[in-house]
């Protein structure tokens, strides 16, 4: 059984459009989270919710707006897409917040902004 | 600025090999965290050390943390063609808040030739 799945896993899409990224997780955590992996392999941290309620904005542009209707569930919404935006997007999950927690990823969604 | 830099940043060895992968950071932390990514997929936990530990053993890894020299090394024994992947470092502390912030590194490419 999957943790944490994301879809879709490859997304290829144009300037300007707005998208999304769904994520569930089946591990009855209570935070989850979202990474951002760039070319260069760096990933950091764009948003982390805990029972449903905002934790970490890490300076994301507002164009990105997550939501989470239950603490199974962190969804990411794009707007206006950009090519920087091209990407690998990770969700995450643990129990608890990140002092002495594992935080479990999913297999990422990669984006491609044309 | 980045918090944790593995180093090398890629590793090639032969089968059989031990490999040793570093990281160092910044500030001081909670807990290190090492996490592994094959291609194209999601990032997988193995082992964290907290602050208060210098050694941790799990399996064919062996972790070291030095807090004096904000430091922590990855030894991987007896290495394996199946150990090839990206390997990252990541540092955990208190940001104000219960809840923390995990920070990644660059990460080590680390592929074993059969």
């Known amino acids: 059984d999957t943790a944490v799945s994301q879809t879709p896993k490859y997304l290829v899409t144009q300037m300007g459009n707005d998208k999304s990224i769904k994520c569930e997780q089946n591990?009855?955590?209570?935070?989850m989270y979202w990474y951002k992996q760039d070319s260069k392999k760096f990933l950091k941290i764009m948003f982390s919710y805990n029972n449903k309620e905002l934790i970490i904005n890490e300076t994301v542009p507002n164009r990105f707006s997550p939501k989470s209707p239950d603490k199974a569930h962190l969804n990411l919404h794009i707007n206006s897409l950009e090519l920087g935006d091209s990407a690998v997007y990770f969700c995450a999950s643990s129990q608890g917040g990140l002092l002495g927690n594992t935080i479990y990823f999913g297999e990422g969604s990669w984006l491609t902004v044309v | 600025s980045q918090q944790g830099e593995e180093d090398p940043q890629a590793l090639s060895i032969q089968e059989g090999e031990n490999a040793t992968m570093n990281c160092s950071y910044k500030t001081s932390i909670n807990n290190l965290q090492w996490y592994r990514q094959n291609s194209g997929r999601g990032l997988v936990h193995l082992i964290l050390?907290?602050?208060?530990?210098r050694e941790k053993h799990s399996g064919r890894l062996r972790v070291t943390l030095d807090t004096s020299k904000k430091s922590s090394s990855l030894l991987i024994t007896a290495s394996r063609a199946a150990d090839t992947a990206s390997y990252f470092c990541?540092?955990?502390?208190?940001?104000?808040?219960?809840?923390?912030?995990?920070?990644f590194g660059q990460g080590t490419i680390l592929t074993v030739h059969p």
């Open positions: 591990l009855g955590h209570d935070t």
């Open positions: 050390i907290r602050s208060n530990e």
């Open positions: 990541a540092t955990a502390y208190n940001r104000g808040t219960s809840y923390g912030k995990l920070t």
